[in-house]
Nanobody, 122 residues
């Protein structure tokens, strides 16, 4: 099983990016996918999670209204649409899989991607 993130880059404050998380080796449809971001010196911060069918999405409080999760199981890909980006959103974003369900704890997730860097700066 492998997860690969893409779509990061440099964007101005207020701009948008769409991150992708593509799974290979196993069918995506059996996994919930979580997005986390790196916080120096701390555990990864939970961004959001989408369940297997895409019927349920969880966003952690600071992201609500700006970030949107979606998935295309036929393409084995989960998307994180990030709008109205702020400089504080600058960091590395990771996706990870959990066959059990969604969780805000990084420790409940098994396989992780390598991360994609998002930089919000003018």
């Amino acid at each position: 099983l492998e997860l690969v993130e893409s779509g990061g880059g440099l964007v101005q404050p207020g701009g948008s990016l769409r991150l992708s998380c593509t799974m290979s080796g196993f069918p995506l449809e059996i996994y919930s996918i979580g997005w986390f971001r790196h916080v120096p010196g701390k555990e990864h911060e939970a961004v959001g999670c989408i369940d297997r069918a895409g019927d349920s999405r969880v966003y952690w409080l600071s992201m609500k209204g700006r970030f949107t999760l979606s998935r295309d199981n036929a393409k084995n890909t989960v998307y994180l649409q990030m709008d109205n980006l702020k400089p504080d959103d600058t960091t590395t974003y990771y996706c990870a899989e959990d066959i059990v369900g969604c969780s805000a704890s990084q420790w409940d997730f098994n396989y992780w991607g390598q991360g994609t860097q998002v930089t919000v700066s003018s």
